[in-house]
C-alpha cells in the first residue's frame, strides 16, 4: 500500500514554469513505477509522463516532450515533473499514480493507486 500527496501546482504566465511534486509513503517506493497524468472537465484523464521505479527510463506524452521533465528521488520517496515552456492547454488538475512494477504504464487503468490531484492553471 503506497498513498501519495501532489503540492507544486498554482497558476503561472504562459512561458512559465512549475514544478510537481509527488511525496509517497511507505519503505518500498523504490519498487515502484510512477506515472503523471492530467484532466479537464468532461475529458478522460491523459497520460502525461512516466518513470521506471530505477529512474532509468522514461516516456513523455507527445505534447509535452521537449518542455516536462519527470524524475525521482528514492532516497527521499518523491517523484517531480518539471514543467517548462507552461501553455494554456497545460491547464488542468494534475496526478500521479503508482504501480508496484518495474515497467511504467500509459494509460490510468495500469495503475494501482492516486494522489488526490493539483490545480495547474496557465492564463494567456
Known amino acids: 500500500q503506497v498513498q501519495l500527496v501532489e503540492s507544486g501546482g498554482g497558476l503561472v504566465q504562459a512561458g512559465g514554469s512549475l514544478r510537481l511534486s509527488c511525496a509517497a509513503s511507505?519503505?518500498?517506493?523504490?519498487?515502484?513505477?510512477m506515472g503523471w497524468f492530467r484532466q479537464t472537465p468532461g475529458k478522460e484523464r491523459e497520460f502525461v509522463a512516466a518513470?521506471?521505479?530505477?529512474?532509468?527510463?522514461?516516456s513523455y506524452a507527445d505534447s509535452v516532450k521537449g518542455r516536462f521533465t519527470i524524475s525521482r528521488d528514492n532516497a527521499k520517496n518523491t517523484v517531480y515533473l518539471q514543467m517548462n515552456n507552461l501553455q494554456p492547454e497545460d491547464t488542468a488538475v494534475y496526478y500521479c499514480?503508482?504501480?508496484?512494477?518495474?515497467?511504467?504504464?500509459?494509460?490510468?487503468?495500469?495503475?494501482?493507486?492516486w494522489g488526490q490531484g493539483t490545480q495547474v492553471t496557465v492564463s494567456s
Open positions: 499514480a503508482a504501480r508496484y512494477s518495474f515497467r511504467y504504464y500509459k494509460t490510468p487503468s495500469g495503475y494501482d493507486y
Open positions: 511507505g519503505r518500498t517506493f523504490s519498487s515502484y513505477a
Open positions: 518513470i521506471t521505479w530505477s529512474g532509468g527510463i522514461t
